[in-house]
């Protein structure tokens, strides 16, 4: 059998958003200002637990990797045991390497002196550097290997299964924070499907609050197109 599903690529196109915009800031912040590098360190945060943002990067990075552990590598290490084994391995060196950022960042906003919180910003930088070198060769491992061996596996409707139970252990402010993210990642085509396939199954408020997300948040143009295609 070889379905069309893919559980991993639109989540790790808002993914790979969130750490462009994440990369810009970290390289345009002024360490010098202290306002500035607190709001960076809050945003930098490591554990959805304590964090006072629900769009925190940290810990919607390393919570993805949590899903995928939980939801989808029990499933798919029968058939590819070793990819599997070797994806848990690249999520532990993530983990560790979030959470020296997390500290770092943390440490950073509490340095007294200029001099030092510039040194320090820019070794947070070279941090976020090496996290994201690593995160974004080990989403395209995911995309390029794991997606087919989970199409030759599972039929679509396991695999849809399978985004529902990672959905359904979502706090809504994080799916709503991770969706305007998304949306704004997705082309035409990924969109019409996505929102045309909550439009058929989801309670109309949630639809509702999907609908808003991607009003606030994609491109006008070609939000419109979308809205012309799925019919809402
Ligand atoms: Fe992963
Ligand atoms: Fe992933």
Not at 18 to 46: C, G, I, K, N
Request: aromatic fraction near 6%; charged fraction near 25%; charge should be negative.
């Amino acid at each position: 059998m070889t379905g069309k599903e893919d559980l991993f690529t639109p989540v790790h196109k808002g993914l790979r958003a969130m750490m462009y915009d994440l990369s810009t800031r970290l390289q345009t912040t002024d360490f010098t200002d202290r306002v500035a590098t607190q709001a960076l360190a809050t945003d930098l945060e490591v554990d959805f637990a304590i964090a006072r943002s629900a769009g925190c990067f940290l810990c919607a990075f390393a919570a993805h990797a949590h899903d995928e552990e939980k939801v989808v590598f029990p499933r798919s290490a029968a058939a590819a045991n070793a990819l599997v084994s070797e994806l848990i391995r690249d999520h532990q060196g993530l983990t560790r390497r979030e959470l020296e950022i997390g500290e770092r960042a943390r440490g950073l906003a509490s340095l007294s002196s200029r001099e030092e919180r510039m040194a320090a910003g820019i070794h947070l930088n070279q941090l976020a550097n090496d996290l994201f070198a690593a995160y974004f060769a080990h989403m395209n491992r995911e995309e390029t290997e794991l997606v087919p061996v989970m199409r030759e596996h599972f039929t679509d409707a396991e695999q849809a299964q399978m985004r529902g139970a990672i959905i359904a252990g979502f706090q809504p402010d994080r799916l709503f924070a991770l969706l305007g993210w998304m949306l704004p990642a997705l082309n035409v085509s990924e969109l019409t499907d996505l929102i045309g396939s909550v439009k058929a199954g989801a309670p109309p408020p949630l639809m509702k609050a999907v609908a808003e997300i991607g009003a606030a948040r994609v491109d006008a143009d070609r939000w419109a197109v979308v809205r012309q295609n799925v019919g809402i």
